[in-house]
């Protein structure tokens, strides 16, 4: 059986190690956001398969479980070096089907099995602890906890289109080397390229039922997954409101939340100009700024301010825009849905007396690179998550004022300081409400072991590939009682 029938382009279900079409007799088009024509078909699974898919998994689970970390590594050595062969093939899939630049789709599967090789070495190095009895008072010497880390079963992996390998091997790699089963759900558009990465791990030889690639309505499966028993943590990325609901359904499970964000660049008079105008448009513009820690809004002192914009202008009208066949920054968004809100956000925002400075063009779903100057807090732009290129100032006035519009957002990602004070910067650093703060940086998740951590309306838990294995394991506690 293979993943693909190349007569009609669609795309297999993989259960228990098979590909399959679905009883459902349904598939869902893809199409591509920039060619705008079908480039392939997912099956539309139904729930009965769900169950089997789901029991499947945790009949391997329990082998899986008792395999040793070296022989886990095996598996997952080989199918890091299968996504490195197959890489033309799967960056291809990922630009047609996400409308990523074929460069960026590259490293996206090349940092995919750096991530994969790093998670297998820091499984290998993970250590249980033993603690004393007498260590607490009236605690005897002769009580000897021993804390080891054991799988949590069956780890449900959701991932989202704009990385569509490199998010979904995330959840996958740290679920496998931690004796997990997985079910994976892939975005809908990033289906393709997530059934691309499933035969890289099929051809690895991974033991039948250990992944299951479930693909489908979300009408259909959304919830019924989310609810299903026999799920025992879920990880997921993507957007705020469907992590927020998916955070009620789920009862009483380990959850691992990497949701939206409105990270902010926050200048000071003190900074260097141009080394923050550059990190600046590769923060808000790379892949038209459809990544959760784009940055998505400018909070620079007004002395420098008129200083800035010219450099960002500048900048901006450099950036190659179109197509992800040329190799564009700016390319068509993932929908006409989102190009149309982000073109509302616009609109409200120069209706409210915000100054264009450059941009606001729009070719179907191609929107180009947008930077608004005098961007206050009753513009929606100011608060909301646009998930494409357009870019607010506001102007401040004190570092007081920075940390409180960055701590009014609902969101808590990352945020950027540009200082040449590292004081300041900590200072700043240490009042604002966000997981992590690049000083003198862009936001971004990489490296990749780094702790990852959204906090408010950002996400919950804590990912990065250490933390990414313990969230998948739980604690388990032994007590020796020695005789004297
Ligand atoms: O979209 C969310 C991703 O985790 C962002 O990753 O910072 O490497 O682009 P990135």
Redesign the pocket.
């Known amino acids: 059986m293979t993943t693909f029938d190349i007569a009609t382009r669609t795309n297999k279900l993989y259960i228990n190690g098979e590909w399959q079409e679905s009883q459902s007799g349904e598939t869902i088009k893809i199409t591509s956001p920039y060619l705008h024509e079908v480039i392939g078909e997912v099956q539309a699974i139904t729930r009965e398969e769900v169950d089997k898919a789901i029991t499947f998994a945790h009949e391997a689970q329990k082998d899986w479980a008792k395999a040793s970390i070296q022989e886990r590594a095996t598996y997952l050595y080989k199918w890091a070096e299968e996504l490195v062969r197959m890489q033309d093939e799967i960056a291809d899939i990922i630009m047609k089907e996400v409308g990523k630049s074929k460069k960026d789709a590259t490293n996206e599967v090349l940092r995919t099995a750096d991530f994969i090789r790093y998670t297998i070495e820091e499984a290998q190095h993970m250590q249980g602890e033993s603690m004393r009895g007498d260590s607490f008072p009236g605690g005897s010497k002769s009580k000897i906890a021993i804390v080891d880390r054991v799988p949590l079963g069956v780890v449900l992996a959701i991932s ?1 289109f ?2 569509p390998v ?2 979904s091997a995330a959840k996958i790699a740290p679920a496998l080397m931690a004796g997990n089963a997985v079910i994976f759900k892939p975005a809908t558009q990033g289906a393709l390229s997530g059934t691309k990465m499933i035969e890289a791990l099929d051809k690895a030889g991974l033991p039948k039922g250990l992944v299951n690639l479930v693909t489908g309505k979300g009408s259909v499966i959304g919830d019924y997954i989310v609810e299903h028993k026999g799920i025992n943590m879920i990880s997921f ?1 993507g957007g705020t409101n469907t992590g927020s609901h998916l955070a009620k359904k789920a009862a009483m499970i380990p959850l691992v939340l ?1 949701l939206g964000g409105k990270d902010p660049g926050i200048v000071r008079e003190d900074a260097d100009l141009n080394l923050a105008a550059k990190q600046i448009i590769s923060g808000a513009f ?2 038209s700024g ?5 940055i998505k809004r400018v909070l620079v002192h007004d002395n420098v301010a008129d200083k800035l914009i010219g450099l960002l202008k500048e900048e901006i009208e450099r950036l190659p825009v179109g197509s992800p066949e040329n190799g564009s920054t700016v390319v068509p968004l993932i929908s006409n849905k989102s190009a149309d809100f982000v073109e509302e956000l616009i609109t409200d925002a120069i209706d409210k007396g915000a100054k264009l400075v450059t941009g606001n063009i729009r070719e179907q779903n191609l929107i180009y690179p947008t930077l608004l100057d005098h961007v206050t807090g009753d513009m929606k732009v100011a608060w909301e998550e646009p998930f494409g290129p357009v870019l607010p100032i506001i102007r401040v006035s004190s570092d007081e004022e920075a940390i409180n519009l960055t701590n009014e957002s609902e969101y808590g990602l990352q945020a950027s300081i540009f200082t040449k004070d590292i004081n300041k910067a900590f200072s700043i650093a240490s009042k604002i409400e966000v997981g992590s703060v690049q000083i003198n940086g862009r ?4 490296p990749d072991h780094f702790p ?1 951590i959204g906090v408010k309306g950002s996400g919950m838990g804590v990912q990065g590939i250490r933390k990414s294995i313990e969230s998948m394991t739980r604690e388990k506690v032994t007590i020796l009682n020695l005789s004297e």
């Open positions: 989202p704009n990385y490199n998010l990325t990497e790379s892949y459809q990544r959760c820690t784009a936001t971004e998740r990489g990852f």
